[in-house]
């Protein structure tokens, strides 16, 4: 919640948000950077500095509205540190304003606009919290949690995902002996239902097609139990960079990474047709992740979504030809918008009558994992309703 801040930390805080009004970078890069540049703040003023322009950046339409049009950053902060952006009353404002939103995105809000579409975006306008995976292959999910206790770092089971353990506060994790180990990896809750979905059994082939920093394709090593394949592609060798070493950490010697040129590399032609499960955890808008990077929402519109979903289209066709017959293609997104979501897989089904869709939910409570009946077929996840950052799939299955 927005508090008073001592002078010098209102002067820094005034800066970098000017800084980040700029939207020529991603937010946390440029609030990274300015930390670098200004190693006289400690961490703690650190963490003020942060917390306050990131509150601003999320409630940027009501902060703007109590500062007055053409506001300089200085007196943004000030509508947020006094917290004149939230006494506005209500009434004055549209319903974006109110859910701090820009119009063409609440226009396209997937929830019906009323009380529902509000909570969602309220959630979304909340900082996020830190989800851990347990390594399965190294540990149990009741060890670590006692484990990180002894270590006076309080834990909680997650809700859905079995594997889940959700930490209380914001403890320094980065360096604990379970995450230097991999015993324990950083993954939203939702992040982890996604690999779920996908089903992984021991000794399968699968195809991790969008892998990035490969955080599924560990999480789909271990389900696994280290036997198998998972083929780790990208066509950013700089994401998959440390995945090798991370696999070797969680004592996984199934994950393969390969930097791809791009979705119809012809080194994939060797695996058509072969392959028992492949997710498709496509580039998006990431405005699924708007807890954690609330800046996405102002600096993308409509065109970056349908941009996006031409190379989701290409990425999802290509994919799919890897599928064997009988085999499983999960299309994902950190994106709750339709463009990105059911447009994509409805357009690929409509000229891909050899898959059809399976129902999520189903497929999801055949692993445990009991989410509440959606009235869809695939998988929508949000703050609101599942206190999960926002994500779509859809499990499709290729005729036998
Ligand atoms: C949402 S991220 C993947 C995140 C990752 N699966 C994880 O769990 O951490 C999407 C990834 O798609 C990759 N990508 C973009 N275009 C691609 C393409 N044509 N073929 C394969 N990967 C692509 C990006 O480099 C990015 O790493």
């Known amino acids: 919640m927005s508090a008073p801040l001592p002078a010098v930390l209102h002067q820094h805080t005034a800066r970098l948000l000017d800084q980040l009004l700029q939207f020529a970078h991603p937010a946390d890069a440029t609030v990274q950077q300015y930390f670098r540049k200004n190693t006289a703040l400690g961490s703690r003023d650190r963490a003020r500095v942060a917390d306050a322009v990131f509150g ?44 701090d939103l820009p119009d063409w995105l609440m226009e396209r809000w997937p929830w019906p ?27 149990k999910r009741d060890a670590v949690q006692a ?42 809750e939702g992040s982890q239902l996604l690999g779920q979905l996908l089903g992984a059994r021991r000794g ?11 955080g599924k394709s560990l999480q789909i090593g271990a389900q696994m139990r280290n036997t198998g394949r998972v083929h780790a592609f990208d066509v950013s060798a700089g994401r998959l960079s440390e995945l090798a070493q991370r696999a070797k950490r969680a004592a996984l010697g199934n994950v393969q990474p390969m930097a791809i040129r791009d979705e119809n590399d012809v080194r994939l032609s060797r695996l058509a047709g072969k392959v028992d499960r492949v997710l498709v955890d496509a580039p998006c808008s990431g405005l699924g992740t708007l807890r954690r990077n609330p800046d996405l929402k102002w600096r993308q519109g409509p065109e970056q979504l349908a941009e996006k979903a031409v190379l989701q289209g290409a990425i999802l066709t290509a994919a799919a030809r890897l599928v064997k ?5 999960v299309y994902a997104t950190c994106s709750m918008m339709a463009e990105e979501n059911m447009g994509v897989v409805d357009a690929f089904l409509s000229e891909h009558p ?47």
């Open 147 to 188: 484990a990180l206790a002894a270590a006076g770092i309080e834990t909680v089971a997650g809700r859905w995902a079995p594997h889940a353990l959700r930490v209380v506060g914001k403890p320094a994790l980065q360096r604990h002996p379970l995450m230097v180990d991999g015993s324990i990896e950083v993954q939203d």
């Open 56 to 99: 601003c950046l999320r409630h940027l339409r009501r902060v703007r509205h109590a500062a007055g049009e053409g506001a300089s950053a200085d007196a943004l902060v000030a509508a947020w540190t006094g917290g004149a952006w939230a006494a506005i009353d209500p009434a004055t404002l549209s319903p974006a304003e109110r859910a």
């Open 204 to 214: 399968e082939q699968i195809v991790d097609f969008c892998a990035g920093a490969g």
């Open 113 to 139: 606009a009323g009380e529902v579409a509000s909570a969602v975006a309220e959630a979304f306008n909340q900082p996020a919290p830190l989800d851990l995976r347990v390594n399965i292959v190294k540990a």
């Open 354 to 400: 050899d898959f059809t869709i399976e129902p999520a939910l189903a497929a999801l409570a055949k692993q445990g994992v009991e989410l509440p009946d959606n009235g869809r077929s695939t998988l929508l996840l949000d703050p609101f309703h599942h206190d999960t950052d926002g994500f779509f799939a859809a499990r499709m299955v290729r005729c036998a």
């Open 325 to 329: 017959p009988g085999g499983v293609l």
